[in-house]
């Protein structure tokens, strides 16, 4: 499996960001509009990683993988199935792919499709 999209939900994006940066060498770029106003940086096998704050008060830190997939309709219907609960479903992010979110076992996954 490959993490196509990692994204860290924090209330200090600019603090960690700065962590990335000085101990990893990486560069963000951002305020993105278009991932909840998340400062980017690639990876080395062409993933992503995304830092932002919450986007509304019930928000909690987190931090969520999303796989990458060719199928995400049936990946995520898969997950479903398999006794997650859906998050949130598939949605095109102009530009970037399409994502999904699913829950279980106290942690929270997604998937994404370029």
Same mark, same amino acid.
């Given at each position: 499996?490959? +993490? /196509?999209?990692?994204? +860290? =939900? *924090?209330?200090?994006?600019?603090?960690?960001?700065?962590?990335?940066?000085?101990? /990893? $060498?990486? *560069?963000? *770029? &951002?305020?993105? #509009?278009? =991932? @909840?106003? &998340?400062?980017?940086?690639?990876?080395?096998? @062409? @993933?992503?990683?995304?830092?932002? !704050?919450?986007?509304? !008060?019930?928000?909690?830190?987190? *931090?969520?993988?999303?796989?990458?997939?060719?199928d995400i309709e049936d990946s995520t219907? #898969?997950?479903?199935? !398999? $006794?997650?609960?859906? #998050?949130?479903? #598939?949605?095109?992010i102009p530009g970037m792919g399409t994502?999904?979110?699913f829950f279980h076992g106290g942690n929270?996954? @997604?998937?994404?499709?370029?």
């Open positions: 499996m490959k +993490i /196509r999209y990692l994204e +860290i =939900v *924090t209330p200090d994006p600019k603090g960690t960001c700065k962590i990335f940066e000085l101990s /990893r $060498g990486v *560069t963000f *770029t &951002g305020p993105h #509009a278009a =991932v @909840g106003n &998340g400062f980017l940086a690639d990876m080395p096998d @062409g @993933g992503q990683i995304s830092v932002r !704050a919450p986007m509304h !008060a019930g928000e909690e830190p987190v *931090t969520r993988t999303y796989f990458l997939t060719d219907e #898969a997950a479903v199935n !398999a $006794g997650a609960e859906l #998050a949130h479903p #598939a949605l095109e994502f999904s979110i929270q996954f @997604g998937f994404w499709q370029d």
